[in-house]
Every structure is written in structure tokens, then in C-alpha cells.
């Protein structure tokens, strides 16, 4: 029996979480179970000191010997991690979320589970994943269950309310064959609470809100980008005016910009920001975003006097000497996107520790990594509602290094490339590479981490560029290839070379940007390619049953790479006749696909998010469904 000894408090939730996980993995092995079955007892010490370690970043050391065990971290959540890292030092790997993805290793000596490992320090201080896309409560938890297993330590649940996530699931938008469920006011926050505590119990970062604030001021509910009924008067002087009218963007709150400079919209998003603050202790990182959308800023005379920028300092400034005020520690993450991309002239942030710089280069293309410097382009000059995001990665990282140049807080990165141009790489091997590639820039361009805004199933074929994401912020030391190579042959056996080879080839002839809507539809030249992919993906399928015999075991993977050749090859083959104009066509095809998914979607669900591909394929890529 292992005796607990916890420090400085027995009862810190996350050490009492820590311990039950050290104990239930154990207790897979025979080994353990037969050594542990032979003593009376064997103390282990999990222990919390950030003295004994001289850095922000989650660090922890431990030791296992035969007489005791011990971890120490500087945080409770560093203490967790340490638990996962002893569990792969001795051979467990996580593969994916939810128990399946648990590889258990076979252990035949007790001496292998002895260990001892010097101070292993965190590459990052923000390693984490912001929640997109459709998710029962399940996909959820199961997915935050997971994040500390592969070494991030944040999660962020956007909105007030993250209502929309959820309904997208249980409404199942964008799938008709599955029977629609309303869920009440009151099971939506319980599944809210229940995310919450997963979040507290594993001590992680816990991040809210974003958009939605602007709409909140206005009246509306900060759930998601609903639609909504059209301002009353007394709110109009409050929205932006755009072309002489104040009104909701396009119909959607989250979407609206306000009209800065009036004192009751400053009045009311600060009063927002800091009741939001006071009432969610439990939240390490409040994001204070502005509209979701680009040229809808306000064109009255006071607001055309100034910058949105330097609109959006004074409100930050104006929200922190609130919060100082009410002693409230909580740390606000401004954004650099849409026309916030461009730099303040005149206001400066105040108090820079009370800030985080977060960078979004969403329109950004995945087809290359970031470059290892800072770039400096020259930028287009801006007119206000005639703005347009940038295109390469070299003038979204130029908007970025002016900032840079005015603020040197914390600061991460916030990047999408699994929450829309994955669906372009069939093999998920390219997105994989450029994630990490990526992160092993963020220290020259001066980012302490990374978020990744995406759908937490995107495991089709593989959950390796999560995987990768998660075991390189943590340990940015490890290279491609070995992350690789034990993810590959844990998963695939034997067979791991040959699945490897085929992914790599689908990924070759994948175009992550034509996914993403970036450039023409109509690219004659991409249709070869597109149809390779059918092809290579109709040869694997009659692979399959010679790379795994027909057995219970391998039943899962072969239904898996099954299901995704089918994908590959009704879904490229829509492509194809879409690149080449065939338009008609191509939404027949793609009607196909969809159906194909659709059907098969209660078995697939944990690694394919149907409701976001067909939702990213129509908005984004340029199909239409009839
Ligand atoms: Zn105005």
C-alpha cells in the first residue's frame, strides 16, 4: 500500500489528485502489484516548494527508490506533471484522451520502476488548448484529462456561458441522422461547473471569456456568436457608427464593435470586466477582447480622432486601475488581431505585470512555419473600415514586433492550425511538423507559450499534432523524429513504418491552405494532386488486412484507417473537381462525403468533429450543401 504524505497541505485537491493518479496507474502493473503486496507500506511524498526552484515555468524533480517515493514541484500542478513524467519515464505512454489512449507498458522487473530525475523545467510557461468546434460534456473532460499527460497545463473555455459549444454537439448541427437534444439552462451549467472543477482539480491555468464582452455591454448574452434581435434605442448610442448607423454587426453581439470613446460603454466594460474578476477567483486569465469581426469600428468624431488600439489601451488601463483597487491579482490577456494588429500611437499599458500580450495571426498560411527572427515588411497604411488582414506570416509577425517593441510583458502565441487548415492535410503529418516547427520559434520571437484555438477531436488519422504541440511545449529538447518514432510504433507495432509512409504521402499532396479559403477556387493545377490522394488512400485500404491480422486487438486501428481512407477518398475527390471548376460537380461529391460521415458518426465521434468540417468545408473552402 503506498502511504501518502502530502506538503504543505494534506489536503491540496490537486496533490490528493496527483496521488490517486500515481496509485491507479500503478496498479496496472503486475510487477507493482506483486512488489507493493510484499510490504506493509511505501511511502510517497508529493510535495509542493516553489523555494527550491528559481523559476515561473512548472518544474519538478523526483525520486523513486525501494524504501520511499518523492516529487517536488513549485506548484501543485508541477507536482501532477511530475506524476506523468515518472509514468512515462517508466514506460506508460498517453496517447490520445479518454482510457483508451493509455498505452500501458509491460514491466517484468520492479527494479524498472525505480527512478530518480534532477529538476526538469517546462521549455514554456503557457502550454494549452482553447475549446472550438462541438463537444459533448465527455470530449470535454476527457480532453482535459489528457492536456497534463502530455505536459500543458492551460485550458480556456470561451464566452461567459460556453454554451455553443456544447449545443453544437447535443443539437448535433450539421447532422440530421442523429436525433437532436435541447439541453436546459441548468444542465449547461453543470456541465460548465463540471469543466471547472477537472480545470481546479488538475491546478491548471484556467483561462474565460474573449469576445463577447462588447455584446454583454449592449445587453445580450455572452454564450457564442448568436444571432440577435436588433438593438433597442436607448443601447444604439453605444454601438459603432458605421456609415452614419449605429446597429449589431451583421445581427451577431460578439461581433460588434462599440463606440470606444462614449464614457458609458468605457464605464460599462470595465464594470464587466471587474465584477467578472470578483466573482471567478478560480480564474488565473481573463481575456478582454473586442469584436470578432474586422471594419465595423466606429466612425464618430472622437473615435476617428484616436486609433482602436489606443481606444483599447485607455479600457485595459481603465480595467486594471479597477482591479488594483479591489486587490484583485487576476492577469488580463489583451489581443493582437484584426485592426488591433496594429500598434497604439500614443497610450502605453501602465502596469505591464498586469497584462499578457497574446498574438493571433489568424489569416496566417499553415503551408510554412514562422520564421526563426522577427520580420520587418513594410505594412500597407491603414484606413479605418477598409482594412485588410494580412497574408503571409512575415506581415502579421511585422504588426506583431511593433507591439513587441511597446510592450515586454508575458506574452504567448494563439494559433488555429487545428482549428480549421488541418482538415486539408489528410495525413495530419505537415500540420504535425509545422506545429513544431512553430513552437521551436516562439523563443526567438520573444512568445512564452502557445494556445491552440481548435476543436478538441481532431484525431483523424492521429492525434500526433496534439501530441507533438504538447510534449514539445513542455520539453522543446525533444526532437521531431523521437516524438515520432515512440508515438508511431506505441500506436501502429509493427505496421508503424508502413502507416507512417502513408500519412507522409497523403500529407504531401494535401494543400492546408486551399482547405482554409486562401486564394482562388478555381487552381486546374492542384486537381493531380487531390486525385493522388484518392488513389494512395484507395491502396491503402487494401493494405489493411495484411499489416493487422482481424483480431479483437487490432480491431480499433482497423477501423479507424478504414474509415479514414473513405474519408480521404470521397472528400479529395470533391476537391478535385472543385479546384478545377466543376462546381455542380464538386457539391455532389462533397454531398457524398457528407453523407458518409454523417452516418458513421456515433462510431467516429471521438476523433473526427463532423459539425466542424462540414461547417469549416462550406464556410472556408467553397462547397455548398443542397
Ligand atoms: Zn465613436
Not at 40 to 65: G, I, N
Not at 455 to 464: M, V
Not at 538 to 562: A, C, M, N, V
Not at 592 to 609: G, N, W
Amino acid at each position: 500500500m503506498i502511504r501518502f504524505i502530502l506538503k504543505p497541505q494534506e489536503s491540496d485537491p490537486t496533490l490528493v489528485f496527483a496521488g490517486e493518479e500515481l496509485m491507479a496507474h500503478l496498479e496496472e502493473l503486475m510487477v507493482w502489484r506483486k512488489w507493493a503486496a510484499g510490504r506493509e507500506e511505501y511511502p510517497v511524498t508529493l510535495m509542493t516548494d516553489p523555494r527550491q526552484f528559481s523559476c515561473r515555468k512548472d518544474a519538478f524533480r523526483y525520486r523513486f527508490t525501494e524504501e520511499e517515493g518523492i516529487i517536488i514541484g513549485n506548484h501543485a500542478r508541477s507536482v501532477l506533471l511530475g506524476v506523468y513524467d515518472y509514468l512515462k519515464e517508466i514506460g506508460f505512454l498517453f496517447l490520445k484522451p479518454g482510457r483508451e489512449g493509455t498505452r500501458i507498458p509491460v514491466v517484468t522487473d520492479c527494479g524498472q520502476l525505480f527512478r530518480e530525475v534532477d529538476t526538469k523545467e517546462a521549455s514554456f510557461y503557457h502550454r494549452g488548448v482553447c475549446i472550438e468546434g462541438a463537444n459533448s460534456v465527455e470530449h470535454a473532460l476527457d480532453f482535459v484529462d489528457w492536456l497534463p499527460k502530455i505536459g500543458c497545463n492551460s485550458f480556456f473555455l470561451q464566452f461567459r456561458k460556453p454554451d455553443v459549444f456544447f449545443e453544437r454537439w447535443y443539437e448535433h448541427q450539421n447532422n440530421p441522422l442523429l436525433k437532436k437534444v435541447i439541453k436546459s439552462r441548468r444542465e449547461l451549467d453543470e456541465m460548465e461547473e463540471s469543466l471547472t472543477r477537472a480545470m481546479g482539480i488538475r491546478g491548471m491555468l484556467d483561462h474565460r471569456m474573449g469576445h463577447g464582452w462588447t455584446g454583454e455591454a449592449l445587453g445580450y448574452s455572452n454564450t457564442g456568436w448568436r444571432r440577435e434581435d436588433e438593438l433597442q434605442e436607448k443601447e444604439m448610442a453605444l454601438a459603432a457608427e458605421i456609415d452614419g448607423r449605429r446597429q449589431l454587426f451583421k445581427g451577431i453581439p460578439a461581433n460588434t464593435n462599440l463606440c470606444y470613446s462614449h464614457p458609458e460603454v468605457k464605464r460599462r466594460l470595465e464594470e464587466l470586466v471587474v465584477t467578472y474578476a470578483r466573482e471567478h477567483p478560480n480564474v488565473s486569465y481573463l481575456h478582454f477582447w473586442l469584436a470578432d469581426e474586422c471594419n465595423n469600428i466606429c466612425e464618430c468624431d472622437e473615435c476617428t480622432a484616436t486609433t482602436l488600439s489606443d481606444q483599447y489601451i485607455e479600457l485595459l488601463n481603465g480595467i486594471d486601475r479597477r482591479l488594483t483597487e479591489e486587490g484583485l491579482p487576476t492577469k488580463i490577456v489583451f489581443l493582437l488581431y484584426q485592426e488591433l494588429l496594429l500598434a497604439p500611437m500614443k497610450e502605453k499599458l501602465k502596469h505591464t505585470d498586469r497584462f499578457c500580450l497574446m498574438f493571433a495571426p489568424i489569416s496566417r498560411t499553415f503551408e510554412k512555419s514562422y520564421p526563426r527572427e522577427l520580420p520587418s515588411v513594410e505594412l500597407p497604411p491603414y484606413e479605418r473600415n477598409r482594412f485588410r488582414l494580412p497574408r503571409t506570416l512575415e506581415e502579421n509577425l511585422s504588426y506583431y514586433k511593433i507591439w513587441k517593441d511597446k510592450f515586454d510583458g508575458d506574452s504567448f502565441f494563439y494559433d488555429y492550425p487545428l482549428g480549421r487548415a488541418h482538415y486539408g492535410d489528410f495525413g495530419y503529418m505537415k500540420v504535425a511538423k509545422i506545429i513544431y516547427d512553430d513552437i521551436h520559434a516562439l523563443k526567438e520571437l520573444g512568445a512564452d507559450g502557445y494556445i491552440s484555438c481548435q476543436e478538441l477531436r481532431a484525431g483523424l488519422p492521429t492525434t500526433f499534432p496534439n501530441y507533438v504541440m504538447g510534449e514539445s511545449l513542455a520539453r522543446e529538447e525533444a526532437s521531431y523524429e523521437e516524438i515520432k518514432k515512440s508515438y508511431f510504433s506505441a500506436l501502429y507495432g509493427g505496421s508503424s513504418e508502413a502507416v507512417e509512409k502513408y500519412l507522409e504521402t497523403l500529407s504531401g499532396y494535401s494543400d492546408m491552405d486551399y482547405f482554409n479559403g486562401h486564394g482562388l477556387r478555381y487552381r486546374p493545377e492542384k486537381e493531380g494532386d487531390f486525385l493522388k490522394i484518392e488513389e494512395t488512400a484507395q491502396d491503402f485500404l487494401t493494405q489493411i488486412p495484411y499489416l493487422w491480422e482481424d483480431t479483437k486487438e487490432h480491431e480499433g486501428t482497423r477501423k479507424q484507417l478504414s474509415f479514414h481512407a473513405n474519408y480521404c477518398i470521397r472528400l479529395s475527390r470533391a476537391l478535385a473537381a472543385l479546384c478545377s471548376g466543376k462546381s455542380e460537380e464538386a457539391d455532389g461529391l462533397f454531398g457524398e462525403f457528407c453523407s458518409y460521415i454523417r452516418e458513421k458518426e456515433s462510431d467516429m465521434h471521438s476523433v473526427l468533429d463532423v459539425y466542424r468540417v462540414i461547417e469549416v468545408a462550406v464556410k472556408y473552402t467553397g462547397f455548398h450543401l443542397h
